[in-house]
């Protein structure tokens, strides 16, 4: 599976962002997905993910209340909304996909794309 991620770029604080990944396949269905970052000198960590079917989420505490995660079966494609943005949250934004499970950490996963750079200035 390739994922091709789009939609980031610099804002100011309290704005808005709305990332997207489209994956190659059309069993794209059968992959949890998930949206990871990785700020400089930092690990990658996960944000949000969802489930095959969208009906279960996860995010981390750092975000909730202000990050969406959401797919589209139809389109192949998940999105990250992001919200209310904090310099904190500067990062490279990964999208990544596990087949038939929802990701947890890095390890479990089994594609990425290519990340988008999101920038929050203060």
């Known amino acids: 599976v390739q994922l091709q991620a789009s939609g980031g770029g610099l804002v100011q604080a309290g704005g808005s962002l709305r990332l997207s990944c489209v994956a190659s396949?059309?069993?794209?269905?059968?992959?949890?997905m998930g949206w990871f970052r990785q700020a400089p000198g930092k690990e990658r960590e996960i944000v949000a993910a969802?489930?095959?079917?969208?009906?279960?989420?996860y995010y981390a505490d750092s975000v909730k209340g202000r990050l969406t995660i959401s797919r589209d079966n139809a389109k192949n494609t998940v999105y990250l909304q992001l919200n209310n943005l904090r310099p904190e949250d500067t990062a490279v934004y990964y999208c990544?996909?596990?087949?038939?499970?929802?990701?947890?950490?890095?390890?479990?996963?089994?594609?990425w794309g290519q990340g988008t750079q999101v920038t929050v200035s203060s």
């Open positions: 396949r059309s069993t794209y269905s059968m992959y949890g």
């Open positions: 990544a996909a596990r087949i038939y499970r929802v990701p947890s950490t890095a390890s479990e996963v089994n594609y």
């Open positions: 969802i489930s095959r079917g969208g009906d279960n989420t």
